[in-house]
């Protein structure tokens, strides 16, 4: 395709998922020109653009579906992640900006590594979200990653759970199936998505569980990742250290995933 039809179309495609994205409010503002200069490199650089930006899309939609799903009852128990449900554009940033670079490079320089990161990138962020969105609705308690014998309220950083770890699988084989359906990748991306969600997921756990910082809500007696609770209330720093917000943790997961999957890449293919 032309470079400059395919700018056209990114403007029209982007902008469209962009504006109904705005309007369903699964962005803000701010996560709506974010997502649109993610979005828009995605889809114009690349050889395979269309088919790496369906994958984005699948996990933005996905995600925003989620997010929604039960909203109601995640902000009454004290664990929506975003205000209103709507991400800004930090969320849009953490997640997008792996994704985004490695598709610039692919365009640069054609080579299949940098589909198997990208999809490492983006099976970890929307398993990491997805399992955010469904695990706090997990019956049961979760227990810590670093001490798995400790039992902790839903919603905690660094808890997992048998529904949270099922949602993570899930969110893998769908992104490595999309990729290798779409012609992107031999069917071994399916397994190299699967992993990359897995390992990057359980670094965000690890590092939710360690580094991250955790603030407590006197107002709901409940622990948050947020400076300011859902209710309004302003938190306390109980642990961690202040710098690592739930963003900085994000992007470590996504880069996680798409180290893993370049690895994954370079030992066996
Ligand atoms: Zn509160």
Redesign the pocket.
Known sequence: MDFLVRIFLGFIVVGAFGAISYLKKLVNFSGLIMGFIVGFTVFVFPQQGLELFLLLLTFHLTAGLFTKYKYNVKNRL?VAEEKKGARAWTNVFANGLIPAALAFMEGMRSDPVFVYGFVGAVSSAMADTLSNEIGVLYKYKPRMITNLKEKVNPGTSGAISPLGEAVIALSGLLIGFMAYLAGLAPWFIIPVSLVSAFIGNTVDSFLGATVQAIYY?E??R?ETEKKV???G?ITKLVRGNEKINNHVVNFFMSLTGCLTGILLYYFFI
Do not use: E, I
């Open positions: 004290g809500c107002n709901c409940k609770h859902s209710c209330s």
